[in-house]
Antibody, heavy 121, light 107 residues
Framework: EVQLLESGGGLVQPGGSLRLSCVASGFNFSTYAMSWVRQAPGRGPEWVSDISGRNFGPNYADSVKGRFTISRDNSKNTLYLQMNSLRAEDTAIYYC??????????????WGQGALVTVSS | AIRMTQSPSSFSASTGDRVTITCRASQHISSYLAWYQQKPGKAPNLLIYGASTLQGGVPSRFSGSGSGTDFTLTITWLQSEDFATYYCQQYYGYPRTFGQGTKVEIK
């Protein structure tokens, strides 16, 4: 059974930093690309960033480029999202999502339960 | 970015109804469209990809159609567990984008 378990969310002040983690199980983690997708309260999901199974060419949404960094440790079956210079508009539930192939560019067949990030003073 | 527009934003329906949700892309996306169902407090769940291919384990009362810019999700014989919010997502171009959602409520 595929499982994705996020952690690291919380309350942070504007300008602060957080690191999200997502531990994967139930599939060959290094074979699949992974993404972070966020959802602000009452809104549709928004793709944030993705990374290939072999750690190539991460991609970022313009809204987070230069502030967020995605990475993965295939030896630990773990995906990360380092979030710096956080803004109020980054407040959302952040989901770790599995892609259907080793490269991104597709849809998401499994999602974690989400980690709430609240940016407020 | 490709803009995805869903209609309606919400509506009420009864168990047993046949319902249709529309998703329109701001430019041609071929059949690179997925549909998700989301229930309150839960993550989105993949229903359909490739505009019309049912994900494994999804009931056959769900179906998708369309190509190019106009797509539909149809639920025949609506069940109580189908009351939820539905999102479309294009994966034709970067960034991948979602619609704003259609909430199906109990009449």
């Amino acid at each position: 059974e595929v499982q994705l378990l996020e952690s690291g969310g919380g309350l942070v002040q504007p300008g602060g930093s957080l690191r999200l983690s997502c531990v994967a199980s139930g599939f060959n983690f290094s074979t699949y690309a992974m993404s972070w997708v966020r959802q602000a309260p009452g809104r549709g999901p928004e793709w944030v960033s993705d990374i290939s199974g072999r750690n190539f060419g991460p991609n970022y949404a313009d809204s987070v480029k230069g502030r967020f960094t995605i990475s993965r440790d295939n030896s630990k079956n773990t995906l990360y999202l380092q979030m710096n210079s956080l803004r109020a508009e980054d407040t959302a539930i952040y989901y770790c999502a599995k892609e259907v192939l080793g490269v991104p560019d597709y849809y998401f067949d499994y999602w974690g339960q989400g980690a709430l990030v609240t940016v407020s003073s | 970015a490709i803009r995805m527009t869903q209609s309606p934003s919400s509506f009420s329906a009864s168990t047993g109804d046949r319902v249709t949700i529309t998703c329109r892309a701001s430019q041609h996306i071929s059949s690179y469209l997925a549909w998700y169902q989301q229930k309150p407090g839960k993550a989105p769940n993949l229903l359909i990809y490739g505009a019309s291919t049912l994900q494994g384990g999804v009931p056959s009362r769900f179906s998708g159609s369309g190509s190019g810019t106009d797509f539909t999700l149809t639920i025949t014989w609506l069940q109580s567990e189908d009351f939820a919010t539905y999102y479309c997502q294009q994966y034709y171009g970067y960034p991948r984008t979602f619609g704003q959602g259609t909430k199906v409520e109990i009449k």
